[in-house]
Nanobody
Framework: QVQLVESGGGLVQAGGALRLSCAAS????????MGWFRQAPGKEREFVAA????????NYADSVKGRFTISRDNAENTIYLQMNSLKPEDTAVYFC?????????????????WGQGTQVTVSS
């Protein structure tokens, strides 16, 4: 089993920045693909970004490309999502997720391990 715990969410002004963290326990993440998803009220869970093992590939949703950066710290068993130039439409609950494979798929059903989510609110 893998347990994931997100942190770093909060309230920021439009144009500001946040860094989300996801700490994992139960397994090392070095051979996993890790992803970030988000879900706003009444909407489907949306792919944000993914990062494969050893940082060999990344994948970003078009809506966040150029603004968000996903990274890993294998020594700390943690993944991060650096979010810059935040917009009100980025407001959502953000979830980290993992899968025991190398493909940076945007499909939520392909991820087997999920955190509880952390709220990000961007005000105008």
């Amino acid at each position: 089993q893998v347990q994931l715990v997100e942190s770093g969410g909060g309230l920021v002004q439009a144009g500001g920045a946040l860094r989300l963290s996801c700490a994992a326990s139960g397994r090392t993440l070095s051979s996993y693909t890790m992803g970030w998803f988000r879900q706003a009220p009444g909407k489907e869970r949306e792919f944000v970004a993914a990062h494969s093992w050893n940082g060999v590939s990344t994948n970003y949703a078009d809506s966040v490309k150029g603004r968000f950066t996903i990274s890993r710290d294998n020594a700390e068993n943690t993944i991060y999502l650096q979010m810059n130039s935040l917009k009100p439409e980025d407001t959502a609950v953000y979830f980290c997720a993992g899968r025991a494979d190398v493909a940076t798929t945007p499909r939520a059903s392909q991820y087997h391990y999920w955190g509880q989510g952390t709220q990000v609110t961007v005000s105008s």
